[in-house]
């Protein structure tokens, strides 16, 4: 299929639920289908859609956990998977997503300690998790101070516990840091 961009967002009379089949569409670089009805789990042949530079799924009645395929999309930029009910723990593999420029996790019901492995963002500018329940007995993994380039830091009611890792002081870009309503301890770091 020759399929470049695929687009249905806010409609929200679509229903089902995402074919195992769409990860035939080897040549689509967006998928639009934010606002919708669609349910179900994100296929994990959603990791054969390397091309995909846009995914934007955002309210919609997808649940269940992420597929560790998702790390397969080295080339996507904007990740949009907010206000869904997605749960379990983010998958180890999505540190191969390294061309992520904007990562919208909110909303959702993920859990578990946050992967190192996120530290290979290296070009991510924003990244919002806020309104999930990660673990409280583990923070933020001190490899986001490895987003040098990141304006946008959000995890307000994320669950979050531990302290304030003091690499958050090496994002030389960070302009918006929003930690709010969580359980951190520990000492605000000076950097």
């Keep these: 299929a020759s399929l470049e961009v695929l687009g249905i967002a806010g409609n929200r009379n679509i229903t089902g639920s995402l074919s195992p089949r769409l990860g035939r569409l080897t040549k689509l670089r967006e998928l639009y289908i934010s606002e919708t009805s669609i349910g179900g789990s994100l296929p994990e042949q959603i990791g054969e859609l390397t091309e ?52 919208l996790l909110y909303g959702n019901r993920f859990t578990g300690a946050l992967p190192s492995t996120i530290g290979g963002w290296t070009n991510v500018a924003t990244v919002d998790m806020s309104k999930n329940s990660f673990s409280a007995d583990s923070g933020l993994p001190t490899e986001i101070g490895l987003w040098t380039n990141c304006e946008v830091l959000a995890f307000h009611e994320a669950g979050i516990g531990s302290s304030i890792p003091s690499e958050i002081g090496g994002i030389s870009a960070l302009k918006v840091l929003d930690l709010s309503l969580n359980q951190l301890t520990g000492e605000m770091p000076v950097e």
């Excluded at 997605?86 to 999505?94: D, I, K, Q, R, V």
């Design 52 to 103: 995909l530079s846009y995914l934007s799924v955002t309210g919609t009645e997808l649940s269940g956990p992420l597929p560790a395929t998702i790390g397969n999309l080295s080339n996507v930029q904007f990740l949009e998977l907010g206000n869904n009910n997605f749960n379990g723990t983010l998958p180890s593999e999505m540190g191969g997503m390294t061309g992520l420029i904007s990562v």
